[in-house]
């Protein structure tokens, strides 16, 4: 069983930053393959970055693409998700999500096994 705690969420003005965390158990963790999502009121829950185990290779979708940079600390057993340069459109509960399993498709929120119970962003003009 794995446990993911997301922390680092709040309120901020356009264009600041904020860094989420999240902070897994685990002795594994290094082979993690680690995501975080996001959901708006009355959305579906979206992609928003993926990561794998050696940190080597790191997935955005594109509205995110050079705003949001993901990263992990596999001493630490947390991963993060730097955002930068927010937009309101980027408001909304971000969740942490982790596969012990090499994830090829790692797009869906369906399949992926373990989440936090998620941090509220939320960015005013």
């Known amino acids: 069983q794995v446990q993911l705690v997301e922390s680092g969420g709040g309120l901020v003005q356009a264009g600041d930053s904020l860094r989420l965390s999240c902070l897994a158990s685990?002795?594994?963790?290094?082979?993690?393959?680690m995501g975080w999502f996001r959901q708006a009121p009355g959305k579906e829950r979206e992609f928003v970055a993926a990561?794998?185990?050696?940190?080597?290779?790191?997935y955005y979708r594109d509205s995110v693409k050079g705003r949001f940079t993901i990263s992990r600390a596999n001493a630490k057993n947390t991963a993060y998700l730097q955002m930068n340069s927010l937009k309101p459109e980027d408001t909304a509960v971000y969740y942490c999500?982790?596969?012990?399993?090499?994830?090829?498709?790692?797009?869906?929120?369906?399949?992926?096994?373990?989440w936090g119970q998620g941090t509220q962003v939320t960015v005013f003009s």
């Open positions: 999500a982790a596969d012990p399993t090499y994830r090829s498709d790692y797009v869906p929120a369906a399949g992926w096994p373990y």
């Open positions: 990561i794998r185990w050696s940190g080597g290779n790191t």
């Open positions: 685990g002795r594994t963790f290094s082979r993690y393959t």
